[in-house]
T-cell receptor, first 119, second 110 residues
Framework: NAGVTQTPKFRVLKTGQSMTLLCAQD?????MYWYRQDPGMGLRLIHY???????AKGEVPDGYNVSRLKKQNFLLGLESAAPSQTSVYFC??????????????????FGPGTRLLVL | AQSVTQLGSHVSVSEGALVLLRCNYS??????LFWYVQYPNQGLQLLLKYTSAATLVKGINGFEAEFKKSETSFHLTKPSAHMSDAAEYFC????????FGAGTRLTVKP
């Protein structure tokens, strides 16, 4: 069981370039998430998905797009990179637990992160 | 919307001393609360979570946290710090989505 893996581990981009970050999970989880981590700000949710073929915006979605064509994969795209997108990006997956009012007590499992530097 | 505030961006303790990392939450619905730990150059790992079953939650590596509704707090404690506990710790609250605190970096002095 690899858990959650992310590709690439590190990338340097020039302003205006595009790239795609890949997240893969082998735990058959329904939910997947993309976060960015910046110093002093904790993790902020970019986009998430509650199932194959579905995506939704999180707290800081501008400048990013996502796709969930397969249940195990969640792609994060930057169409035109900006220096403000220099960050560490984490993918996570989770599975809802509980019933009724306790539904969705999910634990999120995180990947090792991708360091992105935009010059 | 829910949010968490972690008091203290850096905490330093001596090996063997009590560890106390503070977290206060805000939530309009009964909260689900989490503590995660992040070691250098790694992703986040779950330490423990509160899901309303018990107010005192025990986690891995000897950590525990107590949910206090009256104080809207979910502080993380460990009776005796070990060098291997040095890491960054994040408190999080789950409502429609997960909101993380800014993190507290724990340093353990020999």
């Amino acid at each position: 069981n690899a858990g959650v893996t992310q590709t690439p581990k590190f990338r340097v981009l020039k302003t205006g370039q595009s790239m795609t970050l890949l997240c893969a999970q082998d735990m058959n989880h329904e939910y997947m998430y993309w976060y960015r981590q910046d110093p002093g700000m904790g993790l902020r949710l970019i986009h998430y998905s509650v199932g194959e073929g579905t995506t939704a915006k999180g707290e800081v979605p501008d400048g990013y797009n996502v796709s969930r064509l397969k249940k195990q994969n969640f792609l994060l795209g930057l169409e035109s990179a900006a220096p403000s997108q220099t960050s560490v990006y984490f993918c996570a997956s989770g599975q809802a637990r509980g019933v009724g009012q306790y539904y969705n007590q999910e634990t999120q499992y995180f990947g090792p992160g991708t360091r992105l530097l935009v010059l | 919307a829910q949010s968490v505030t972690q008091l203290g961006s850096h905490v330093s303790v001596s090996e063997g001393a009590l560890v106390l990392l503070r977290c206060n939450y805000s939530s309009s619905v009964p909260p689900y609360l989490f503590w995660y730990v992040q070691y250098p150059n790694q992703g986040l790992q779950l330490l423990l979570k509160y899901t309303s079953a018990a107010t005192l939650v025990k986690g891995i590596n000897g950590f525990e946290a107590e949910f206090k509704k009256s104080e809207t707090s979910f502080h993380l404690t460990k009776p005796s710090a070990h060098m291997s506990d040095a890491a960054e710790y994040f408190c999080a609250v789950k409502g429609n989505d997960m909101r993380f605190g800014a993190g507290t970096r724990l340093t353990v002095k020999p």
